[in-house]
């Protein structure tokens, strides 16, 4: 019985269109909304999966009736192949705009927040869009932890501990996690005196499916916890802020988020000798070793003017 030998990829046999493609398939989740995305038919784009997959000499797809997911070797595949068009894409833009202005998209994502952070995003990101105005800026807002690296981000702007090595985290303010309420609340409802008086108050929960959350926070003598219950349960923790506004519960959020409704008295603090020191905002990218100009431009741009603007 003859035995079945798998391709081996040569230099000159991979052809960058199908890497290519196959990136919009991971990136669109099925090969019918890449399809649509690239604007070419179905067939093709399955093709090029498909060839290209012969060449490595490998599956990198692993298809179901509804989905698509990465196998092992498609995990690893992508990285360096993301990377790899990256690269080449750097050095076109390099011959092509011989002038020395920088061009092309940045791609970041942050924290949805109406209030001060908010307010301050859009001051930074607006000089820079004067002084570079042909480099495009592509806003991401989410509460999902965004993988850089997998989902093509260059920059992220989060808050609370920076634990990923696989990344760099420059800081930009200090901010702790604070307990705020609207006076509406405070006066059909009453104030806490006490950390533990939370459990009979309405709390505005973050990412809970139980409808309870756990919140510990440092006291003046120790760290004490309570358990808390509320009408309403949100994914993103800007939207907390509007909603404690209007008088739906207490909320413990980042300082850098809330203090400007509590200057201007639309917030007030409940229980201020208690808070929580893990809310630094800090400003995130992929430790890579060559940053195209555009994406560096932009990370000192965005650290210099949020330091400016939320550390003090």
Same mark, same amino acid.
Do not use: C
């Given at each position: 019985?003859?035995?079945?030998?798998?391709?081996?990829?040569?230099?000159?046999?991979?052809?960058?269109?199908?890497?290519?493609?196959?990136?919009e398939v991971v990136k669109a989740g099925n090969i019918t909304r890449a399809a649509r995305e690239l604007g070419r038919p179905?067939?093709?784009?399955?093709?090029?999966?498909?060839?290209?997959?012969?060449?490595?000499?490998?599956?990198?797809?692993?298809?179901?009736?509804?989905?698509?997911?990465?196998?092992?070797?498609?995990?690893?595949?992508?990285?360096?192949?993301?990377?790899?068009?990256?690269?080449?894409?750097?050095?076109?833009?390099?011959?092509?705009? &011989?002038? /020395? #202005?920088?061009?092309?998209? $940045?791609?970041?994502?942050?924290?949805?927040?109406?209030? +001060?952070? !908010?307010?301050?995003?859009?001051?930074?990101?607006?000089?820079?869009?004067?002084?570079?105005?042909?480099?495009?800026?592509?806003?991401?807002?989410?509460g999902r932890h965004v993988d850089l690296i997998t989902e093509s981000v260059d920059l992220a702007l989060r808050a609370g501990?920076?634990?990923?090595?696989?990344?760099?985290?420059?800081?930009?303010?200090?901010?702790?996690?604070?307990?705020?309420?609207?006076?509406?609340?405070?006066?059909?409802?009453?104030?806490?005196?006490?950390?533990?008086?939370?459990?009979?108050?309405?709390?505005?929960?973050?990412?809970?499916?139980?409808?309870?959350?756990?919140?510990?926070?440092?006291?003046?003598?120790?760290?004490?916890?309570?358990?808390?219950?509320?009408?309403?349960?949100?994914?993103?923790?800007?939207?907390?802020?509007?909603?404690? &506004?209007? /008088? #739906?519960?207490?909320?413990? $959020?980042?300082?850098?988020?809330?203090?400007?409704?509590? +200057?201007? !008295?639309?917030?007030?603090?409940?229980?201020?000798?208690?808070?929580?020191?893990?809310?630094?905002?800090?400003?995130?990218?992929?430790?890579?070793?060559?940053?195209?100009?555009?994406?560096?431009?932009?990370?000192?741009?965005?650290?210099?003017?949020?330091?400016?603007?939320?550390?003090?």
């Amino acid at each position: 019985m003859k035995r079945f030998e798998p391709a081996v990829a040569g230099r000159a046999t991979i052809d960058l269109n199908r890497v290519a493609t196959w990136l919009e398939v991971v990136k669109a989740g099925n090969i019918t909304r890449a399809a649509r995305e690239l604007g070419r038919p179905k067939s093709s784009v399955s093709r090029a999966v498909k060839h290209l997959e012969q060449e490595l000499g490998m599956t990198l797809l692993q298809r179901s009736t509804r989905k698509l997911t990465l196998t092992r070797a498609g995990e690893r595949y992508l990285v360096s192949a993301r990377e790899a068009l990256r690269l080449l894409d750097e050095a076109h833009a390099e011959l092509v705009n &011989e002038d /020395g #202005v920088p061009r092309g998209t $940045v791609r970041i994502t942050a924290p949805l927040d109406p209030g +001060r952070f !908010g307010a301050a995003l859009a001051d930074v990101l607006a000089e820079f869009n004067a002084l570079y105005p042909h480099v495009y800026v592509d806003v991401l807002f989410t509460g999902r932890h965004v993988d850089l690296i997998t989902e093509s981000v260059d920059l992220a702007l989060r808050a609370g501990v920076m634990r990923d090595t696989a990344v760099i985290a420059r800081k930009i303010a200090d901010s702790q996690l604070i307990l705020v309420a609207a006076p509406s609340y405070i006066a059909e409802y009453g104030m806490p005196r006490k950390l533990k008086d939370l459990a009979r108050h309405r709390a505005i929960l973050f990412r809970s499916s139980t409808g309870t959350a756990h919140w510990r926070l440092s006291g003046p003598s120790k760290t004490e916890s309570v358990v808390v219950r509320g009408p309403v349960n949100v994914d993103e923790m800007g939207f907390t802020l509007p909603l404690a &506004e209007r /008088g #739906v519960g207490v909320a413990f $959020v980042p300082s850098v988020l809330a203090d400007r409704s509590v +200057r201007e !008295g639309r917030l007030v603090r409940v229980l201020p000798q208690y808070d929580r020191h893990d809310a630094s905002l800090y400003l995130v990218y992929p430790a890579q070793r060559q940053v195209p100009k555009r994406v560096a431009l932009l990370r000192d741009f965005l650290h210099k003017g949020l330091r400016a603007k939320l550390g003090q």
